[in-house]
């Protein structure tokens, strides 16, 4: 099974700060990764597919990149409504791990 | 507007079984897998399996395998999950999804293992 190994598992940043969450695949992955935002008590919402796609809808200020095995997730501004846990995912082969998340609070 | 609904939350024994159903709308069903994602209390995510709307096929998860089984009704566009000698750690809120390719959750349904 392909391991997927985000960080930080928490980090606090103050409104307007820059934002940045790491995931390292443990086999190669391509672009096949996505990152999902999960508030308190909400189901997942998927921000981004294919490690840089910003699906329709998703502020600008969300932004992802890398391939292979390294990928990031940057919040360029963080805004109040942003303070969620944030997860990615290998949906190159089965089965279709996640990430353990990271916490993302505000200072 | 894409929907997936999902059925209610559920209270069961262990050793017991439960099925749960996503009914979707607002998109053609067979254009994305069906994807069962679970959350224990307090946990991250787990992902289960799939469905492939079109053919049925299937995809597990390896430790759920043998006690999951995922279904889907083409005729009414509904997916469905049915797992057996449940545990009290299968206590999760589980979820349906179309995967990263549709982008669409259901709201997820509790289930309770409990003596």
């Known amino acids: 099974d392909i391991q997927m190994t985000q960080s930080p598992s928490s980090l606090s940043a103050s409104v307007g700060d820059r934002v940045t969450i790491t995931c390292r695949a443990s086999?190669?992955?391509?672009?096949?990764l996505a990152w999902y935002q999960q508030r308190p008590g909400k189901a997942p919402e998927l921000l981004i597919n294919?490690?840089?796609t910003l699906r329709s809808g998703v502020p600008s200020r969300f932004s992802g990149g890398g391939s292979g095995t390294d990928f990031t997730l940057t919040i360029t501004s963080l805004q109040p409504e942003d303070v969620a846990t944030y997860y990615c995912q290998n949906y190159d082969s089965v089965p279709h791990m996640f990430g353990q998340g990271t916490n993302v609070e505000l200072k | 507007q894409v929907q997936l609904v999902q059925s209610g939350a559920e209270v069961k024994k262990p050793g017991a079984s439960v099925k749960l159903s996503c009914k979707t709308s607002g998109y053609i069903f067979s254009d994305y897998y069906l994807h069962w994602v679970r959350q224990a209390p307090g946990q991250g995510l787990e992902w289960m399996g799939w469905?492939?709307?079109?053919?049925?096929?299937?995809s597990y998860a390896p430790k759920l395998q043998g006690r999951v089984t995922m279904t889907r009704d083409t005729s009414i566009s509904t997916g469905y999950m049915e797992l057996t000698n449940l545990r009290d750690d299968d206590t999760a809120v589980y979820y349906c999804?179309?995967?990263?390719?549709?982008?669409?959750w259901g709201q997820g349904t509790l289930v309770t293992v409990s003596s």
């Open positions: 469905i492939i709307p079109t053919s049925g096929a299937t």
């Open positions: 294919a490690a840089s």
């Open positions: 999804a179309n995967g990263p390719g549709g982008g669409y």
């Open positions: 086999q190669v992955i391509y672009t096949d």
